[in-house]
C-alpha cells in the first residue's frame, strides 16, 4: 500500500512538472510569434511567467512600445484564466481554440503622458482627422484637446485596471482607471476570437451597451478650455458645439437638439452615460431622419426612432440626426478666426499678469515674478501653494529650485504666446 502511495505521488509530481513546463514553453512561444507579427508596429516585451493547475496563466513585468507613441504601456500583471488547466493547455497550443468561458485581466495598467504624445513622423503624416471631434481649447477654432493640456491640468498618466469576460452568452470588457473615469461594454452575443479580432466588428451579433463615467475629468477639462479660450464655460461649450456641429454638416447630418443639449452638458459636467450601439448599423445605430423632422418642443418627433441613453440614471428622449444638405469642406474665413475677440494683449506674445492666487493654475508654464524688494526670477512655476511659490531655472545644463514665500511676491507675470501658455 506504501508502495502504491508512493507511486502514485511521483506520477502527481511528474505530471504537475511536465504540466508546468509545457505550459512555459507554449507561452513563450505563443509570445514569441506575438512578437514577430507586431514588429512593424511595436515592441512587445514580458517579464516572469506563472500558472496554476487550476487553468491560470499569468505573466508580470510587461510593456509595450508602440512606434508612434513616445512612452511605453507598462503592465505590471497580466492573467488569463480559462476556467481549467486542459483548457489552458489547448489555448496555448492551438490560440483559434478560446473555450466558451474564460476571462483576462490586466493589473498595474499605466500609460505616461506627455506634451507630444505622438512622434513628430506621426504627427506630420496627419491629416488632422483623428481630433476632429476632440473639442476646441484654445482661442483658435483649430487647436484642438490634445495630450499636452492633459498634462497641464494634471493628468500627467492614465493608470489602472482592465478586464475581458467570455461568457457562453455575452462579451463583457472594463476599463477602471485611476481618477480620471471608467469605460465598461457588456455585448449580449459576441464572441472575441484571439486570431481575428477585427471580427468582433464585422460579425456583430446585436447592439452593445456602452457606459463612460469620467470621474470628474470633464469639469477639469471644461475649466482649463474655457480659460485658454479666454470663455465662460458655457460659452465654451457652445463654441465646441459649433465645431462638432460643422463636421456633422460637411457629411450631411445635424444632431437633434437633445444630442446637442446632452453633448455640452458631457462636456461642461460629465458624470455617467449609457448608450445603447449597433455596430451593424450606420453610425453606430444613431438613427438618421430625413430632414426638418426635429420639429418637437424637446427635440423628438413620434416618426423615428431614437437613440436609447441614460444619462445619469435619467432617460434621455430625442437622440438622433438629421439629414441636411451636406456643406463645403472648405470651412469659411470666419470660422478660422479665434473664438474671442481679437485684443492685442492676448493675441501677441508677451508678459501677462496674473493674480498670485491664482498661481496653481499655471504649473509648468514660463513664469516672471517680481519681489518686493525689486528681484526678478523667470523659469517654470513648479510649486505653488497658500504660503509659497517655486521657480525652477536652468543652471548649466541642470534645474535649481527657487522657493518664494507669497507675502513677498509684488507681481506674477506669464508668457503668453498669441493667446496660448507656454509650457517651459
Known amino acids: ?95 483559434a481554440r478560446l473555450p466558451s468561458h474564460w476571462e483576462f485581466q490586466a493589473r498595474d495598467v499605466g500609460l505616461a503622458l506627455d506634451a507630444a504624445m505622438f512622434r513628430s513622423w506621426v504627427s506630420a503624416g496627419d491629416n488632422g482627422g483623428n481630433d476632429s471631434f476632440a473639442p476646441v481649447c484654445g482661442p483658435d477654432h483649430r487647436q484642438r484637446l490634445g495630450s499636452g493640456d492633459l498634462v497641464r491640468i494634471g493628468i500627467t498618466e492614465v493608470s489602472g485596471e482592465a478586464l475581458l469576460r467570455q461568457s457562453p452568452d455575452r462579451l463583457h470588457a472594463e476599463l477602471v482607471t485611476d481618477g480620471t ?28 451597451t456602452l457606459t463612460l463615467r469620467d470621474g470628474g475629468t470633464m469639469r477639469k477639462i471644461a475649466a482649463y478650455c474655457a480659460r485658454e479660450s479666454g470663455l465662460a464655460v458655457d460659452e465654451w461649450t457652445a463654441s465646441a458645439l459649433a465645431a462638432l456641429k460643422a463636421r456633422f454638416r460637411q457629411a450631411g447630418l445635424a444632431p437633434s437638439r437633445q444630442l446637442q443639449a446632452l453633448y455640452r452638458r458631457w462636456l461642461a459636467d460629465g458624470g455617467e452615460l449609457v448608450v445603447v450601439l449597433d455596430p451593424r448599423q450606420g453610425h453606430w445605430g444613431l438613427p438618421v431622419r430625413a430632414a426638418n423632422t426635429d420639429s418637437g418642443a424637446d427635440g423628438t418627433t413620434n416618426d423615428g426612432a431614437e437613440l436609447a441613453a441614460r444619462y445619469n440614471g435619467a432617460e434621455v428622449p430625442g437622440l438622433f440626426l438629421n439629414r441636411v444638405a451636406a456643406a463645403v469642406s472648405e470651412l469659411p474665413t470666419e470660422a478660422l478666426e479665434p473664438v474671442v475677440p481679437r485684443d492685442r494683449s492676448l493675441t501677441q506674445p508677451g508678459w501677462r499678469t496674473v493674480t498670485v492666487e491664482s498661481a496653481s493654475q499655471w504649473l509648468g508654464h514660463r513664469v516672471r515674478v517680481t519681489l518686493n524688494n525689486g528681484r526678478t526670477v523667470q523659469g517654470r512655476l513648479d510649486r505653488a501653494d497658500d504660503r509659497e511659490l517655486e521657480v525652477a531655472r536652468a543652471v548649466d545644463g541642470g534645474e535649481v529650485a527657487y522657493p518664494m514665500m507669497v507675502r513677498a511676491v509684488a507681481t506674477l507675470e506669464v508668457w503668453r504666446r498669441g493667446g496660448q501658455p507656454s509650457s517651459r
Open 181 to 208: 473615469g471608467s469605460i465598461e461594454i457588456d455585448w449580449p452575443g459576441a464572441r472575441f476570437r484571439l486570431l481575428e479580432p477585427q471580427s468582433l466588428w464585422q460579425d456583430a451579433p446585436g447592439p452593445l
Open 1 to 95: 500500500m506504501k508502495k502504491l502511495l508512493m507511486t502514485l505521488v511521483l506520477m502527481a509530481l511528474v505530471a504537475f512538472g511536465a504540466y508546468k513546463a509545457a505550459v512555459w514553453w507554449l507561452t513563450e512561444q505563443d509570445l514569441k510569434q506575438a512578437r514577430a507579427e507586431l514588429e512593424s508596429f511595436g515592441v512587445l516585451e514580458w517579464g516572469s511567467i506563472h500558472s496554476s493547475v487550476a487553468g491560470q496563466l499569468t505573466l508580470r513585468g510587461n510593456g509595450y512600445q508602440s512606434f508612434h507613441l513616445t512612452q511605453p504601456l507598462e503592465i505590471g500583471e497580466a492573467s488569463l484564466d480559462a476556467s481549467s488547466p486542459w483548457a489552458l493547455l489547448q489555448l496555448l497550443a492551438d490560440p
